[in-house]
């Protein structure tokens, strides 16, 4: 369903076992920089109605999601770590040229949100299924519904505003080159790395 060229090492999770904190810590702004990107969309195509309407639930839903993830390190007795560079997202953003016109930029920023949350759902679905704290597995199978929600609807929005062969042309593409990336991370307690 998510169209991944290439999936996640199992043997991820293992490495996600031995730190706890540090994968609820990298979620957490995970679930704070999908907030801001929803917010960045609202403020940069705001003639885009519809599309505005769906960041502005988008946002309270990340955000809460955001509370969700804090609540369990508190919980466990941890404090917030500190922000981290996400590798992922930043080899992933090389992929299309700067620039183009207003609506190439927002087919692009909708393209890569989706392929973000899709590489998220399938982590998450990783973890529900193989981590053996059962109360993160229930927690991860529950947002896994979540980012695959996200993921149709950017993808929908993209092919909307978009030319559709073009769109799905450059939604392959950029599968392709996603399977590339991937073949480099998973060896850390990062959802994305």
């Not at 995970?30 to 946002?59: D, N, W």
């Not at 999601?65 to 404090?79: L, Q």
């Not at 560079?85 to 992929?95: N, T």
Request: proline share 2%.
């Amino acid at each position: 369903m998510l169209g991944l060229k290439l999936p996640t090492d199992p043997r991820w999770v293992n490495i996600v076992e031995k730190n706890i904190e540090e994968i609820l810590t990298d979620h957490a702004y995970c679930e704070q920089k999908a907030t801001s990107m929803a917010i960045s969309i609202i403020v940069r195509f705001p003639e885009y109605t519809e599309l505005v309407q769906e960041m502005t639930a988008l946002v309270k839903e990340e955000i809460s999601h955001f509370k969700m993830v804090h609540d369990k390190i508190i919980a466990r007795g941890w404090v917030l770590g500190r922000e981290r560079k996400d590798e992922y997202v930043i080899e992933l953003m090389k992929f299309f040229p700067k620039g183009g016109s207003r609506n190439d930029q927002l087919i692009k920023k909708l393209l890569y949100a989706a392929l973000i949350e899709a590489r998220s759902c399938e982590r998450f679905r990783l973890l529900s299924e193989k981590i053996q704290d059962k109360e993160l597995a229930e927690f991860y199978k529950n947002l896994m519904v979540s980012e695959a929600n996200h993921y149709t609807m950017f993808l929908g929005f993209a092919r909307k505003y978009g030319d559709r062969k073009k769109v799905d042309q450059q939604w392959q593409d950029l599968l392709e080159y996603e399977a590339e990336i991937m073949k480099n991370l998973g060896k850390k307690e990062t959802i994305h790395g």
